[in-house]
């Protein structure tokens, strides 16, 4: 299917859309759209799935079974979504079709697994694989974000358990000092950052909004997304988890799209879409201009140093075996156990550091603080014993 193709059906599923809004009053519609923007969770889209394929395994049809769906629903945004639906169905759309009305919460991968598994009539199987795969993909991301929340987090109680001493309680300790010139270098540094905490934190906080905002817009550019995406690719231990779970989100698209009879050339297209790091993409994208010209995929990887050489020659077995489709779902598997093993190990590593680091901040303050107190007390005792 050609690209000029897939976008007039994009276009013809939108002007549909548009039609069901104009019968609507102003406020309806403009509730309408606004629910249109958000996209569903990805437990919502894995429970769809689910229920849709044991209803339709149960031989209900697809309109009564996206009905009862959405009479059960709880949500505004997934109501919406299968209202929609089932006004699609009433016109005798196929679900394919429903799903390419939504792009934000159904991936192109997604559509195109079910708009395949549609014409062989076997809806259930593609429903009951995504719902699977999906949360397989969840899962992968949530174990990483949880395992870097746990840092985030000790890290967000250091800065606070700092700020507090810095504006309540140093300030209290060193007014015992009349002369701050004569006082230790480490304490003159305590002074200024405590300093910086009480008099300028409004500028600090803005410097800090500032920062994070710059550089999540630089991030999304598309020429400086790709500088990011690759300078992650080369910080320390980051790169081996960025590494796996883009192979692992790889081979499992690659292995649904391929499963469901897309051809290769579409297959890898719609993969590289499913990425996210931009140096991944574009190398997926140049694997398929090979394929086009009748490369294998072994061979165009074969010297790229972002996929490696295991994976490589694990997918030039498979494709002499015309088996990989069903063989390459076991790489994401791999990957995932690596990921998993990989973000235990880090928590592990993790926590003495943060205990040494939180041990170290505090052993120098209060050094700052205690040092000029022993100096004084010393020049006190030699006092005493001129005297």
Not at 175 to 198: C, G, H, R, Y
Not at 250 to 276: G, Y
Not at 313 to 338: P, S
Request: charge should be neutral.
């Amino acid at each position: 299917m050609s690209d000029f193709f897939i976008l007039d059906e994009d276009e013809k599923k939108q002007e549909s859309s548009l039609e069901l809004k104009t019968s609507k009053p102003l406020m309806d519609r403009i509730n309408d759209t606004f629910l249109d923007l958000q996209s569903i969770k990805v437990k919502q889209k894995v429970m769809f799935y689910r229920m849709l394929a044991t209803m339709v395994n149960a031989w209900i049809s697809l309109l009564k079974s996206i009905s009862i769906l959405e009479q059960q629903e709880k949500d505004a945004v997934m109501k919406r979504i299968l209202s929609q639906f089932r006004e699609k169905l009433k016109e005798w759309a196929s679900l394919s079709d429903c799903l390419w009305l939504y792009s934000k919460s159904f991936d192109e991968a997604e559509r195109w697994i079910v708009e395949s598994w549609e014409k062989t009539w076997k809806l259930k199987d593609a429903l009951m694989t995504l719902a699977w795969q999906v949360e397989k993909v969840a899962s992968l991301t949530w174990k990483i974000r949880s395992a870097l929340m746990y840092p985030a987090m000790i890290v967000v109680v250091v800065i606070w358990v700092v700020a507090v001493m810095m504006t309540m309680v140093v300030p209290k300790l060193l007014e015992i000092f009349s002369d701050k010139s004569k006082l230790p270098t480490s304490t003159q540094i305590l002074i200024k950052v405590s300093d910086a905490f009480v008099y300028h934190w409004p500028l600090m906080v803005w410097w800090v909004i500032f920062i994070i905002g710059s550089v999540m817009i630089w991030k999304r550019t598309p020429r400086w997304k790709y500088q990011f995406d690759r300078f992650m690719l080369r910080v320390p231990v980051f790169w081996w988890i960025i590494q796996k779970v883009v192979l692992s989100k790889f081979a499992r698209v690659l292995s649904w799209l391929l499963s469901s009879w897309v051809s290769i050339v579409e297959s890898l297209r719609i993969t590289s879409e499913a990425l996210w790091n931009e140096a991944y993409r574009d190398k997926v994208m140049l694997v398929r201009e090979d394929v086009k010209q009748w490369l294998k995929i072994w061979e165009a990887l074969e010297w790229d140093k972002l996929f490696p050489v295991m994976f490589v020659q694990m997918i030039q077995v498979w494709e002499q075996t015309a088996q990989l489709d069903k063989i390459i779902i076991k790489v994401a598997d791999f990957y995932d156990e690596e990921v998993d093993n990989l973000v235990w190990m880090i928590n592990k590593l993790l926590e003495p550091f943060i205990i040494v680091f939180m041990a170290v901040v505090v052993w120098w303050i209060a050094i700052a603080i205690m040092q000029p107190i022993m100096n004084l007390a010393d020049t006190i005792s030699e006092t005493v014993i001129l005297l």
